[in-house]
């Protein structure tokens, strides 16, 4: 039952996403350029989806396995559909705070730091292949759909008067949530890094856990935590994702793009060998899915020429990858957060001011944060959806209608 839940969110998740995909910062600052054709298409596919879901997850509650299998891969392919935009969102804000001749922070987290590459090709490239994965994915989902013939049930617009206003600071909101909710697991995983100043070993640490669970929040905090920053002598973040492509990993851990025509004798590990020889580093690697153990060994062995203490910090979903990186330390399960917290990034995801909190809606936030499984991401899903909702009749017909 709490896998079939956790299902249930798909409907505002795929809202989310929808919504940041039409972002006009993407625009402005030309984030999808050379993308602009693949990003129309999924922009008209998106809408044609959620106006089946309703059906969908009412054929999966009948414990039809077809309808809840597709739900499942729908799920997963809308999680990595919103890392995707939340990149293109980053480079957006990165484009807009060069314009304007300083770098802003997100939270606490640096711009600069989260996005290692600058260069537009490279981005352009990178995030082309991301995008096309995505299509292709919806495009499969798309023709399951038709087959299974769910029943479209498009949600009635609702009038614009009613709309709340948006929360401009709803991302320092967020992290000031996961900075509290997250605050053990954080110190936990700080002190194992730093109690590991002597060790002339390469420590890996991988986090694991499932989709939506604030892996890569975690992982953001710890990387800007101030004894961290102090300890470590180079730091560095590097996205993943499913390209374990070695060479292209260094270059991105060296922060060195070169040109086609550029000449050298070095190749990537050579360089990333001498960038972080005899440096205490620390090394974030989120979001590994690289089952491949020789790709692995292989930058491995480079980054073992740092200083003594140096880490190597990975998330990942797949406990498989967790024990291929790290066979002889234990992997730091990330678990679901406690309900208290779900509702309270529920409530300031769904409210827009203090003054704007109607305690009937109040009192339904609990039943609702249940739905959550303990998921961050869910519960942000789900608090923006009803943040477009106004009345006790429209949350509970969201409800009754199994959004959730």
């Not at 314009?99 to 989260?114: F, N, Q």
């Not at 704007?356 to 249940?370: F, N, Q, S, Y």
């Not at 959806?385 to 969201?398: F, N, S």
């Amino acid at each position: 039952m709490a896998e079939l839940m956790a299902t249930m969110v798909v409907g505002p998740l795929l809202s989310m996403v929808k919504e940041k995909a039409s972002s006009y910062l993407l625009h402005q600052y030309k984030v999808m350029e050379g993308m602009e054709e693949q990003h129309e298409i999924l922009k008209r596919k998106l809408p044609a989806i959620l106006d089946v879901i309703t059906d969908a997850e009412e054929q999966a509650a009948k414990h039809r396995e077809g309808a809840k299998a597709w739900l499942e891969e729908l799920q997963k392919v809308a999680y990595q559909a919103n890392d995707v935009f939340d990149e293109f969102k980053y480079e957006a804000l990165r484009r807009k705070a060069k314009a304007k001749g300083h770098y802003k922070k997100l939270g606490s987290m640096d711009v600069i730091k989260l996005i290692p590459t600058h260069n537009r090709i490279v981005f352009r490239y990178r995030m082309g292949n991301k995008l096309s994965m995505i299509l292709n994915a919806i495009e499969v989902l798309i023709t399951e759909m038709n087959a299974f013939r769910f029943e479209f049930r498009p949600e009635p617009p609702i009038s614009s008067m009613k709309w709340r206003k948006a929360d401009s600071k709803i991302s320092d909101l967020s992290m000031d949530i996961a900075n509290k909710s997250r605050k053990e697991d954080k110190q936990e995983i700080i002190n194992t890094l730093l109690d590991q100043a002597s060790n002339g070993d390469l420590t890996v640490l991988p986090i694991v856990g499932i989709g939506g669970m604030g892996k890569t929040t975690l992982a953001q905090l710890i990387y800007n935590d101030p004894k961290i920053q102090k300890h470590f002598q180079l730091l560095r973040w590097v996205c993943v994702s499913d390209n374990f492509d070695v060479d292209l990993l260094a270059k991105s851990i060296i922060r060195k793009e070169k040109s086609a025509n550029t000449d050298t004798e070095k190749s990537p590990l050579d360089e990333l060998k001498e960038a972080v020889s005899g440096q205490r580093h620390l090394l974030v690697l989120d979001d590994v899915w690289n089952r491949e153990a020789s790709k692995w060994e292989a930058l491995k062995s480079y980054l073992q020429h740092g200083g003594s203490g140096s880490a190597v910090l990975t998330t990942t979903r797949d406990r498989a990858v967790a024990r291929l990186m790290a066979p002889n330390q234990e992997p730091y399960d990330l678990k679901s957060l406690n309900e208290s917290f779900i509702k309270e990034i529920i409530e300031r995801s769904a409210f827009s001011s203090q003054q704007e909190r109607p305690p009937e809606l109040l009192k339904m936030v609990g039943d609702i944060a249940k739905r959550c499984s303990g998921s961050p991401l869910a519960a942000t899903a789900l608090g923006s959806t009803l943040r477009m909702k106004t009345t006790k009749k429209e949350w509970g017909a969201a409800i009754d209608q199994k959004l959730f």
